[in-house]
């Protein structure tokens, strides 16, 4: 059978005004550079604002009498101390205690939630919420709604200039508004480790908003490369890289996703998928780790790259690797056997069949820079 045509978002054909290099993401064609290129693109995120068209994600609203206490038996989260106007972090688990998707739920009313869901993931996301929430909640996908991320130190200064209230929000809180004459659902958070805003907006206006924002000299267009590249530096995870069915929040060093009130002395204990295998995880010893890993060489290592001890031993796995600009050095996350974790523990990775020597790095290696 024939591949499903790619996909595109609301902003492809911007995209290719800009001069984008697009490639196949996630059933989408997407923009992995622009012409001043990955390095480039990265850079300024991390000194201006950098603009991501990431309409590729699912949006899916939640609502009805029980979605609350629904959504809690399909996370590991605390609804009652989420208010309205805030967004949290969270995680579809599984039966054995793997990760489904990692997921924002941002809640815009009692009893209403909008969650962002990866592009991979989200047919199947939808499906699994319909079927594991009761009849009397609404899930509802929402494929006419876009997304944009403006990120990078000078965002909330573009910000206050188009919506000053929006540029008052602290990090992961959240707030519906007009931006440029535009209706938004804003939320100040993102995927790179700087200050920043994600704006969940109708497709159909998407193209006028991204072109309001790239009129200020600080903002530029950002590809899926430099995307990636800063969420390294940042020590976040990826979907399907980091986190998938076989890992664990607790090994992927997502323990403090598990609300308090949801581990084995709370109020809510257990009664997520999983539960048992990743409480047992939290108050015991796990076998395995995420690490990063730093190489003094320049060439990326990348994943399924094999590492070993210093004496030859097979312990662990790569998962992501990029050049990191900032370290101007190759930068890793892998997952090894615990005892190799130790930040400054030296290891090799084997690319093409020869040792390369890394070093295990505090994450995140960039040190974010969130507005509180």
């Known amino acids: 059978m024939a591949p499903a045509p790619l996909l595109t978002t609301a902003l492809h054909s911007l995209h290719l005004e800009l001069g984008a290099k697009m490639v196949p993401f996630a ?23 950098g603009l991501f068209d990431v309409s590729h994600m699912g949006q899916i609203i939640v609502s009805g009498p029980t979605a609350s206490a629904g959504l809690e038996k399909l996370l590991p989260i605390d609804l009652d101390t989420l208010p309205v106007n805030q967004q949290r972090y969270s995680l579809l688990t599984n039966q054995k205690g793997g990760v489904r998707d990692d997921v924002m739920v941002c809640r815009r009313g009692e009893a209403d939630y ?19 929430l009761d009849p009397e909640n609404s899930v509802e996908m929402l494929p006419d709604q876009a997304l944009l991320a403006l990120q990078g130190p000078a965002s909330a200064a573009v910000m206050a200039k188009l919506a000053p209230d929006m540029a008052e929000l602290k990090f992961m809180q959240a707030c519906e508004g007009n931006i440029a004459g535009v209706r938004c659902l804003v939320t100040r958070s993102g995927y790179t480790g700087e200050d920043g805003f994600e704006i969940s907006v ?8 991204a072109r309001a924002l790239l009129a200020f000299e600080t903002v530029e267009m950002i590809g899926l490369g430099a995307r990636d590249s800063l969420r390294l530096e940042a020590g976040l995870c990826l979907y399907g890289h980091e986190l998938h069915a076989d890992i664990s929040p607790v ?9 308090k009130s949801r581990r084995s002395e709370g109020k809510k204990a257990g009664n997520f998928p999983g539960a048992d295998q990743i409480l047992q995880q939290i108050s015991g010893t796990l076998t395995r780790k995420r690490v990063a890993l730093r190489s ?25 690797g990029c050049y990191s600009p900032v370290l101007e050095s190759a930068l890793a996350m892998a997952y090894v056997t615990s005892r190799f974790a130790k930040t400054g523990t030296q290891l090799q990775a084997l690319v093409r069949g020869k040792a390369r020597p890394v070093e295990v790095v505090d994450l995140p290696v960039v040190a974010h820079r969130y507005y509180y």
């Open 114 to 132: 909008l969650l962002v869901v990866n592009a991979a993931c989200k047919s199947d996301d939808y499906a699994y919420l319909r079927a594991h």
């Open 251 to 259: 090994e992927a060093g997502l323990g403090w996703t598990v609300a």
């Open 296 to 320: 003094q060489e320049k060439a990326p290592i990348r994943a399924e790259t094999e590492l070993q001890s210093l004496s030859g031993e097979t312990i662990g796995i790569v998962t992501s």
């Open 202 to 209: 109708a497709a159909q206006h998407v193209e006028m908003l």
């Open 27 to 49: 059933g989408y064609q997407m923009p992995v550079q622009y012409p001043q290129g990955i390095i480039q693109e990265h850079l300024h995120t991390r000194e201006q604002a």
